[in-house]
């Protein structure tokens, strides 16, 4: 894997990724750099099945939804890394330690989400992520995840 802009598109998210809709979190992976960050995109529409819920009259992303969204591009990070687990084992969200929501998320976003490898020991991931809108932070984490 090289650390050039790759982009995959949403085919091949589903071929990395287990979820299906309305579960997936990810439309399209813009940038990976050598098993060590990755860069994701998620277009937030008024479509999304959630907005009929939260809130009706005034829209706005569930913060753990964009939690699930991080988490997925990370996923997608540990398949492209480990491309012998594609289909043969699950990444498993094992915890998020220092969540912070900082702006709502609304239908017409374009959600970012950046993930670097902070540290990988065994089959355990350590992440750090953020999510952005229009360059501004909106949530970050640390992720752990694990494949299983």
Known sequence: M???PLSIDIKEILRLLPHRYPFVMIDRVLKVED???????KNVTINENFFQ???PAEPVMPGVLIMEGLAQ??????????????GNKL??????????F????VPGDQLIFDLSLVKRKAKLWKLEGKAL???????????MATFA
């Open 35 to 41: 098993g060590q960050r990755i860069v994701c995109l």
């Open 2 to 4: 090289s650390s050039q």
């Open 91 to 100: 990444v498993y969200f094992a915890g998020m330690d220092g969540v912070r």
């Open 102 to 105: 900082r702006q709502k998320v």
């Open 53 to 55: 819920g939260h809130f």
């Open 133 to 143: 809108v229009d360059e501004k932070i909106v949530a970050e984490a640390q992720l």
């Open 73 to 86: 591009a990370g996923a997608i990070l540990a398949y492209l890394s480990d491309p012998e687990s594609v």
